[in-house]
C-alpha cells in the first residue's frame, strides 16, 4: 500500500514509499497528513489553497491594519497641522490689531502731552458759562436780555416787552454799571 503526498512545489502527488514497519505489517503511528484524505489533487490543491490564503490573510490582515493605523495618523497629523495655519493666520491678525492700536495710544499719548490742561479748563469753562449758561455751584447766575427800543417809524408793531425781573428798559445814555446795579437791586 503507498500513500500519496504533496509536492509543494510542483502542486502534484507522487508515491511514498512505505517504511519497513509498515512492509512488515507492523502498525507504527502514522505521520499527520496534511490532507483530509482525499486521492485526487483537486481537493489537495483546494486545501493547499485555503491554508496558503489562511497564511497570507493574517499577514494581510495585519498590513491592511498597519496602512490604516498610517492613514489615520497621517490624517490626524495634517488636520493638526491645518489648525496649527489658521491658529497662526489668527494671531498673525490680531497682532496687527495690536500693533495699530499701540500706534494710536502713541499718538494720542503725543497729544495729551502737548496739549495745556489749563487752557483746556478755561476753555471748557468759558463755553459753559456763555454758551450753556452754567456756573460752579454757590453761584448766582443772571440772564439779561439787552434789548434797545425800536424806532416807532422802522417798525409797526409794538415795542418788545423787557425779559428782565420786571424793569423797564435801559437808557440809551447811561453805563453799563449802573444799568447792572438797577437790575440787581431794582429801581
Avoid at 497662526?88 to 491678525?93: D, E, I, K, P, S
Avoid at 420786571?166 to 447792572?180: D, F, I, L, N, V
Wanted: charged share 20%.
Amino acid at each position: 500500500m503507498t500513500e500519496r503526498t504533496i509536492d509543494r512545489t510542483r502542486g502534484a502527488t507522487k508515491p511514498k514509499a512505505l517504511s519497513p514497519a509498515a512492509r512488515r505489517g507492523a502498525t507504527a503511528t502514522p505521520a499527520p497528513r496534511r490532507s483530509l484524505g482525499a486521492a485526487d489533487g483537486s481537493r489537495a490543491s483546494l486545501e493547499e489553497g485555503f491554508l496558503w490564503f489562511l497564511a497570507i490573510g493574517r499577514r494581510g490582515i495585519v498590513v491592511v491594519l498597519a496602512l490604516a493605523v498610517l492613514v489615520i495618523f497621517t490624517a490626524g497629523v495634517f488636520e493638526q497641522r491645518w489648525k496649527e495655519r489658521q491658529i497662526q493666520a489668527q494671531v498673525a491678525a490680531q497682532q496687527a490689531s495690536l500693533e495699530a492700536a499701540q500706534a494710536r495710544n502713541a499718538q494720542l499719548q503725543g497729544q495729551l502731552a502737548e496739549s495745556d490742561p489749563a487752557a483746556y479748563r478755561a476753555w471748557v469753562e468759558d463755553t459753559a458759562r456763555h454758551q450753556l449758561s452754567l456756573g460752579y455751584a454757590g453761584e448766582t447766575i443772571f440772564l439779561v436780555n439787552w434789548t434797545t427800543p425800536a424806532t416807532p417809524a422802522a417798525t409797526a408793531s409794538p415795542a418788545p416787552t423787557p425779559a428782565a425781573v420786571g424793569t423797564t428798559p435801559p437808557s440809551r445814555g447811561e453805563a453799563h454799571w449802573r444799568q447792572w446795579l438797577r437790575l440787581i437791586f431794582g429801581d
